[in-house]
């Protein structure tokens, strides 16, 4: 079975444009979360929605957007970019909302603003 | 506020060497816990959970970590380190959030094993 896909993998934009990062989840997966790993540190939680809802959202400004489509994949949105937004971007997914369940994430797309 | 305290940015083990990766944990309720590994140019793979019952979870490629409520620790270890474990490694909490749930993550540990 396919894991995480996502794409691009790598793509490189310069400050004030818009990126569209895609993601589609493990089959049978209703929800997907997005995360932001900027150099050294930690992946940060931006959304998460499940069942094409919005069901949390991280602390990122408005420039930030996401949907999930019915078939659950999903779009990350990002306007106006700005050069602190390069970062590796996750995406993950799970069967359902449950705190024990395991997230399985995938390879990412590396963003990088000049 | 659940939160993850990753000590020591990065660890150096001869390989053989025990491997021992320190996780601290604040939560005002029971915590579900994971342990991550990145390795370079690639997403998260999943190590090991805890939810509930034994303290003691074992994960793949002979990891392991022992949930400690006392001391809030979740300490990640594997008896003898390969060279193929240089990665870096990330603690992670589970939090509820509005409708939904999220993973706070530690600031991760770089693992090198040295030859």
């Known amino acids: 079975d396919a894991g995480v896909t996502q794409s691009p993998t790598h793509l490189i934009k310069t400050r004030g444009q818009h990126v569209t990062l895609r993601c589609s989840p493990i089959?049978?997966?209703?929800?997907v979360s997005w995360y932001q790993q900027v150099l050294g540190q930690g992946p940060q939680f931006i959304f998460q929605?499940?069942?094409?809802?919005?069901?949390g959202r991280g602390n990122f400004p408005d420039r930030f957007s996401a949907r999930q489509f019915p078939n659950y994949s999903s779009e990350l949105n990002v306007n106006a970019l700005l050069l602190g937004d390069s970062a590796l971007y996750l995406c993950?997914?799970?069967?359902?909302?449950?705190?024990?369940?395991?997230?399985?994430f995938g390879a990412g797309s590396r963003l990088t603003v000049l | 506020a659940q939160s993850v305290t990753q000590l020591g940015s990065h660890v150096s083990v001869s390989e053989g060497a025990l491997v021992l990766l320190r996780c601290n944990y604040s939560s005002s309720v029971p915590p579900y816990l994971f342990w991550y590994v990145q390795y370079p140019n690639q997403g998260l793979q999943l190590l090991l959970k805890?939810?509930?019952?034994?303290?003691l979870v074992k994960g793949i490629n002979g990891f392991e970590a022992e949930f400690k409520k006392s001391e809030t620790s979740f300490h990640l270890t594997k008896p003898s380190a390969h060279m193929s474990d240089a990665a870096e490694y990330f603690c992670?909490?589970?939090?509820?959030?509005?409708?939904?749930?999220?993973?706070?993550f530690g600031a991760g540990t770089i693992l090198r094993v040295k030859s």
């Open positions: 805890y939810t509930t019952g034994a303290t």
């Open positions: 089959s049978g997966h209703k929800s």
């Open positions: 929605y499940y069942e094409k809802e919005e069901r």
């Open positions: 993950a997914s799970s069967s359902d909302l449950q705190g024990a369940n395991v997230l399985t």
């Open positions: 992670a909490v589970s939090r509820v959030i509005t409708y939904g749930n999220k993973l706070v």
